[in-house]
């Protein structure tokens, strides 16, 4: 009788992800987080659009742009973009809703108190994704979570005193609400490998549908300046077009724990684009952050590679 595997997801001999797809998977994960890292500099840059509105302009960008490559390069076409509904409204739901609670909380609650709760998201993560089969994520990981959240603090706050202010409730909970609403579809996201990456395109469009909604109900339009637009253009194309895409192949096929540590260089990286852009300016906290991030994300890869090699050396379990 062949010997099952610890998640009881069958044999232990049964067919297995090989290991370079799901290294290539994370790669994947890591180059959204590196991608979202200049949403803020290209939002700097954009000019004073209103929230909903460059919700809708970039992720119609993204989306017809998306839509577009399918055509082209895929012989499937645009049937490509077929999946459960299950599927497409997680997709959807987590997309729209979590940038209109992020959107709700900077207009309700202080911009570091908010950010610093929002950057809870990847956090939650490494925790939710304990619960996944063949996702246990390691004690180093923990470690490496922690003190990337750490990091995110020092660079959300410069290392000066939070106030929290219960005035601000409302928004605390909108960021709150994003931050596991972004978690959760992260690791719910999992249920559905099978789905093309490239489905995403069809979420985006509807997200940018129903930013316009938002916008035509809430807020006043404004033309971009002729220079903005390519900032504009920018963000469709790479954090709000490509990231979504590379996360929802990270997401459904890479490793969940060191993503969700690996993700708190984002802010790290985000605050390095400003710097260049001459949009912020150097303090200590940004050194300390650095190494308090570069040191959680070496431990958590370590103990990814330690997972890996105990998977191998034991083909009864699943990685």
């Known amino acids: 009788m062949p010997r099952q595997s610890r998640d009881g997801g069958g044999p232990a001999h049964g067919p297995r992800r090989p290991p370079f797809a799901r290294t290539g998977a994370t790669a994947a994960g890591v180059a959204a987080i590196v991608l979202w890292s200049t949403l803020a500099v290209l939002t700097a840059t954009s000019g004073a659009i209103p929230p909903f509105q460059l919700l809708a302009m970039t992720f119609a960008i993204g989306g017809c742009t998306s839509l577009l490559l399918v055509a082209v390069r895929d012989q499937r076409g ?6 459960p509904p299950a599927s497409f409204g997680l997709s959807t739901a987590a997309l729209f809703g979590y940038h209109a609670l992020y959107f709700i909380a900077l207009k309700n609650a202080p911009m570091v108190e908010a950010n610093l709760i929002n950057y809870l998201w990847p956090l939650l993560i490494v925790l939710m994704a304990a619960w996944l089969p063949g996702q246990r994520a390691r004690p180093l990981q923990y470690v490496g979570t922690g003190l990337g959240l750490a990091g995110a603090v ?14 601000f409730a409302a928004g605390y909970a909108a960021a709150l609400g994003a931050a596991v609403i972004w978690a959760g579809y992260s690791v719910l996201n999992r249920r559905f490998a099978a789905t093309p990456s490239a489905a995403i395109a069809g979420p985006c ?11 035509l109900a809430f807020e006043a339009t404004v033309i971009p300046a002729p220079g ?5 253009v920018g963000m469709g194309l790479g954090p709000v077009g490509a ?3 590379f996360w929802d192949t990270g997401t459904k096929r890479g490793n969940l724990p060191l993503l969700g540590t690996l993700a708190y260089a984002a802010p790290l990286l985000s605050t390095l684009w400003l710097l260049l852009a001459g949009v912020a300016t150097p303090h200590w906290s940004q050194a300390a952050a650095c190494v308090l991030i570069v040191t959680g994300g070496v431990l958590s890869v370590r103990a990814a590679r330690v997972g890996s ?4 050396a034991a083909p009864g379990t699943r990685d």
């Open 78 to 83: 645009l049937g490509v973009l077929r999946q």
């Open 228 to 232: 903005r637009w390519l900032a504009i």
């Open 309 to 312: 090699a105990a998977a191998v």
């Open 205 to 215: 469009v509807v997200v940018a549908l129903l930013g316009t909604v938002a916008h």
């Open 154 to 167: 020092l660079i959300v706050t410069r290392g000066e005193h939070l106030g929290i202010d219960l005035a």
């Open 243 to 245: 990231a979504f895409a």
